[in-house]
């Protein structure tokens, strides 16, 4: 069946440093994109969306790039921060008519800032 | 502005007891979903609604009834828990968007 995944279920990154967190889509059909964010213990939190017909949109320290030709998501994080430890999910949904559809979650991937 | 409520936050079930986890939301949104949560597997769509009085199943329905009498709510319920319905519940909705708000969860055990 159609799968939402990640590439890497951990990333141990440097306060300071650029994230880059991965994302693989098989839903050729998938028009829209978001990434959330889920600290420990809460709920979901969006962080930044991004439409089939973009291939990069970008937020407040964020960066998210598109690559249908390989079905390819990413979200850069800029200067990484110890409050930006927390597990980032992709969904992906398929819009239908002027309905919103149903997201799909990848498993997510842990991110840890070390200082 | 208390955005999405969950109740109750945790819950310890017998095998074959039933219970309804509640959400409420007060921002007007047409949109409501509850999600499951088990370690490596991310958010699994259990049961969504379009509107109130309307309500559809999504990726794991089984085990599970949902209802949405009034908009602002959206119950879940457990019939007969099982312990395969150990997880944490997350309840979640919007208007025509992308962007989900969601609960803090119900970490719901049965034993």
């Known amino acids: 069946g159609e799968s939402v995944g990640l590439h890497l279920p951990t990333l141990s990154v440097q306060e300071g440093d650029n994230s880059i967190i991965n994302c693989a889509y098989s839903?050729?059909?998938?028009?829209?994109f978001i990434w959330y964010k889920q600290e420990s213990g809460k709920g979901p939190q969006f962080i930044i969306d991004?439409?089939?017909?973009?291939d990069k949109r970008q937020g407040q320290r964020v960066t998210v790039l598109l690559n249908k030709t390989v079905k390819h998501l990413s979200l850069q994080i800029a200067a990484t921060q110890p409050g930006d430890s927390a597990v980032y999910f992709c969904?992906?949904?398929?819009?239908?008519?002027?309905?919103?559809?149903?997201?799909?979650f990848g498993a997510g991937t842990q991110v840890v800032v070390t200082p | 502005n208390a955005g999405v409520t969950q109740t109750p936050k945790f819950r310890v079930l017998k095998t074959g007891q039933s219970m309804t986890l509640l959400c409420a939301q007060d921002?007007?949104?047409?949109?409501m979903y509850w999600y499951r949560q088990d370690p490596g597997m991310g958010l699994r769509l259990i049961h969504y609604?379009?509107?109130?009085?309307?309500?559809a199943k999504g990726e794991v329905p089984d085990g599970y009834n949902v209802s949405r009498l009034k908009k602002q709510n959206f119950l879940l319920g457990l019939e007969s828990a099982a312990p395969s319905q150990t997880s944490v519940y997350f309840c979640?909705?919007?208007?025509?968007?992308?962007?989900?708000?969601f609960g803090e969860g119900s970490r719901l055990t049965v034993l």
């Open positions: 921002m007007n949104h047409e949109y």
């Open positions: 979640a909705s919007t208007a025509n968007t992308g962007e989900l708000f």
């Open positions: 991004i439409r089939s017909n973009m």
């Open positions: 609604s379009v509107g109130e009085g309307t309500t």
């Open positions: 969904a992906e949904n398929i819009k239908r008519g002027d309905s919103w559809g149903k997201l799909q």
């Open positions: 839903n050729s059909a998938s028009d829209y």
